[in-house]
């Protein structure tokens, strides 16, 4: 027993050889926690614009299965029903998926995710732009054009959000 006590007391502080380069950071390791035990998750209602693809899915599963309520936006409401009704079965229980539109879910979440390919970006967000204000907008957008989608190409400032 002592000795796994001592393994785990060691993990939690810097190797013997860093201790000389960091002499003060080996103390402070020894009282690390986890981010998990130090945040307290309040669920929150995310909405996921372009959920119906695969980025936009697997952040709503991996989401719903955290506590969160979850709302699959699409531009064809059948869409999303059809991705909201496979991720349910996914989460068999622990979790649940709710499915609208572009506007359904940005309107009921304080948190909207925009998960569209780079040549709907623009006009996903101005058709929602009325219903963000004053809430959190996350873009995941790449800026990836066809047929070079293996290269990103930045647009004119550097950047897919500042464009928006």
């Known amino acids: ?3 796994h006590r001592r393994h785990s007391r060691r993990s939690l502080t810097l190797p013997r050889r860093w201790r000389k380069l960091y002499p003060s950071r080996h103390r402070a390791a020894a009282t690390w926690r986890r981010p998990a035990e130090i945040v307290t998750r309040t ?3 995310i909405g996921v614009l372009g ?3 695969q980025e936009g ?5 991996r989401w719903a299965l ?3 309520d979850v709302i699959i936006g699409s531009r064809s409401v059948e ?3 059809a991705a ?3 991720l349910n079965r996914l989460l068999a229980g622990r979790g649940c998926i709710r499915s609208g539109s572009y506007r359904d879910a940005a309107q009921a979440a304080p948190v909207v995710v925009l998960t569209v390919p780079y040549a709907a970006q623009a006009a996903t967000a101005d058709a929602v732009r009325d219903l963000l204000a004053g809430k959190i907008l996350v873009d995941v957008t790449v800026p990836l054009v066809p047929p070079k989608v293996e290269r990103v190409q930045l647009p004119y400032g550097g950047s897919a959000v500042v464009a928006l």
Not at 57 to 61: D, F, Q, R
Request: aromatic content about 0%; overall charge positive.
């Open 1 to 3: 027993m002592a000795r």
């Open 43 to 45: 669920p929150t209602t």
């Open 51 to 53: 959920g119906t693809g």
């Open 57 to 61: 899915s697997g952040l709503a599963l």
């Open 66 to 68: 955290r506590g969160h």
């Open 79 to 81: 869409r999303a029903a």
């Open 84 to 86: 909201a009704e496979a």
